[in-house]
T-cell receptor, first 112, second 112 residues
Framework: DTGVSQNPRHKITKRGQNVTFRCDPI?????LYWYRQTLGQGPEFLTY????????KSRLLSDRFSAERPKGSFSTLEIQRTEQGDSAMYLC??????????FGPGTRLTVL | DQQVKQNSPSLSVQEGRISILNCDYT??????FLWYKKYPAEGPTFLIS???IKDKNEDGRFTVFLNKSAKHLSLHIVPSQPGDSAVYFC???????????WGAGTKLIIKP
């Protein structure tokens, strides 16, 4: 296992379309996180899973956003009815308990 | 309300000299601090961390200092190398490292 992977790396979509991103964490990590990063800012926490349970959601995660981790392995982040303000880098990270988070390369979303 | 602040957007240092990156925080309840390094088109990579019960942690060329009374931490890189050129993020957490709160980053440029 070479690390956290994310697909796609880039996504360009038209406003109003739905998009889905995938994250494959490091296999032995039970914790998985999603962050969003815009230009010139640090990442902002979106949500956190421990195994398949979604334990925390930021107020940034509006009703148009949903994240799943069905079998406690990979995770998906879906954005419905995308808006231009959703354009950002979406980062996924994983960690074992009580340890540092390891990040994937991110999915860059551009909403036209 | 920015709880973690990195007030220098960029820093330029001569190769071989010391690089000092600074970070201030407002929440005295933060109990763990981390530094991440980010290259373009990659996710953040963990560098070094420090618990709030310590005031210094060292790992090779990297040392992090924590001054709780001033709510300030710094990352020292000695000696600076060209490969250190990247954006450095300071992050803090309240509880078991699950939700990181990030600064906006400082772009470090190492001049040959």
């Amino acid at each position: 296992d070479t690390g956290v992977s994310q697909n796609p790396r880039h996504k360009i979509t038209k406003r109003g379309q739905n998009v889905t991103f995938r994250c494959d964490p490091i296999s032995e990590h039970n914790r998985l996180y999603w962050y969003r990063q815009t230009l010139g800012q640090g990442p902002e926490f979106l949500t956190y899973f421990q195994n398949e349970a979604q334990l925390e959601k930021s107020r940034l995660l509006s009703d148009r956003f949903s994240a799943e981790r069905p079998k406690g392995s990979f995770s998906t982040l879906e954005i419905q009815r995308t808006e231009q303000g959703d354009s950002a880098m979406y980062l996924c990270a994983s960690s074992p308990p009580e340890n540092e988070q390891f990040f994937g390369p991110g999915t860059r979303l551009t909403v036209l | 309300d920015q709880q973690v602040k990195q007030n220098s957007p960029s820093l330029s240092v001569q190769e071989g000299r010391i690089s000092i990156l600074n970070c201030d925080y407002t929440n005295s309840m933060f109990d763990y601090f981390l530094w991440y390094k980010k290259y373009p088109a990659e996710g953040p990579t963990f560098l070094i961390s420090i618990s709030s019960i310590k005031d210094k942690n060292e790992d090779g060329r990297f040392t992090v200092f924590l001054n709780k009374s001033a709510k300030h931490l710094s990352l020292h890189i000695v000696p600076s190398q060209p490969g250190d050129s990247a954006v450095y993020f300071c992050a803090a957490t309240l509880d078991s490292n699950y939700q990181l709160i990030w600064g906006a980053g400082t772009k470090l440029i190492i001049k040959p």
